[in-house]
């Protein structure tokens, strides 16, 4: 027979629960695998290009487990040979994956020192050049700011500005990823 509409939406809720509980365990999973993986690349050479590999299979890993669909429009706009600040909103803990596979450069975060904590996470994010990031609350107010001296040395060299926006549509699993308007 036919299911009441409680059912679907217990059934809706269990189907979404389980995608979430797998995702984080393949990605935790993943997350260790490919750090040790990319700390050991760096004891050889920091800037191998397998490093870069490593990363976007990470990243494909999380994005596929998900579930997510992504679209990516005006990646011809990304010169390799320039350098770029990239901006995410973070919409989801997927952003960090989506601008990996989307900006086909090197990409290295701010990431707050919290993650800097965490043993064999910390390690692969200092072997692939992430910087820290302290998030310091205002006393009024809910805004945080990122600030930090390693953040602003490693910005330096930049000399041009790529913003991207990942748009998510909480109805549909996808992350699409375009320039924003100057």
Not at 55 to 75: A, K
Request: glycine fraction near 6%; aromatic fraction near 6%.
């Amino acid at each position: 027979g036919k299911c009441s509409v409680a059912t679907l939406a217990v059934m809706r809720w269990l189907s979404t629960g389980i995608r979430s509980l797998v995702t984080w365990l393949v990605g935790a999973i993943v997350t260790v695998v490919c750090a040790v993986i990319v700390i050991m690349i760096a004891l050889v050479n920091d800037t191998s290009p397998w490093i870069e590999r490593v990363i976007r299979f990470w990243s494909r890993v999380w994005i596929f487990v998900s579930g997510t669909r992504l679209e990516i429009e005006g990646r011809g706009h990304v010169d390799p040979s320039q350098s770029y600040v990239v901006v995410s909103n973070h919409i989801s803990t997927l952003d960090i994956m989506t601008c990996f596979l989307a900006v086909r450069i090197p990409i290295r975060y701010l990431a707050k020192k919290e993650l800097f904590r965490v043993p064999v996470l910390a390690q692969g994010m200092r072997a692939v050049g992430f910087a820290i990031a302290e998030i310091v609350h205002e006393v009024r107010g809910a805004r945080r700011r990122a600030v930090g001296d390693e953040a602003g040395r490693r910005l330096e060299p930049a000399h041009r500005i790529a913003q991207l926006r990942a748009e998510h549509d909480p109805g549909e699993d996808e992350q699409v990823l375009r320039p924003l308007a100057r």
